[in-house]
């Protein structure tokens, strides 16, 4: 069995997840909110650092 590697940027996910929340790392720049999996310091889409831990449903659809 695998055992997650927890970094400094994924940390909070598993914070929240002992909690039973599901949160994604999200972009908090105005204009952007892109989500971020993985979790990372910066975004791809606007390079903003600022981030926020968005609440997610579990309903997830693919």
């Known amino acids: ?5 927890v970094d400094e940027d994924g ?3 598993w914070e929240y ?3 039973g929340e599901l ?3 999200a972009c908090a720049a105005p ?6 999996f993985p979790p990372r310091p910066c975004c ?5 650092f ?3 831990w968005r609440l997610m ?5 693919t």
Request: a positive charge; one cysteine or more; glycine letters at 12%.
């Open 31 to 36: 204009g952007c909110g892109e989500l971020r």
């Open 11 to 13: 940390a909070p996910f």
């Open 17 to 19: 997840a002992a909690r």
């Open 23 to 25: 949160r994604v790392q």
């Open 57 to 61: 449903s579990g309903r997830g659809r």
């Open 1 to 5: 069995m695998l055992t997650p590697v």
């Open 44 to 48: 791809p889409h606007c390079q903003s």
């Open 50 to 52: 600022d981030s926020t």
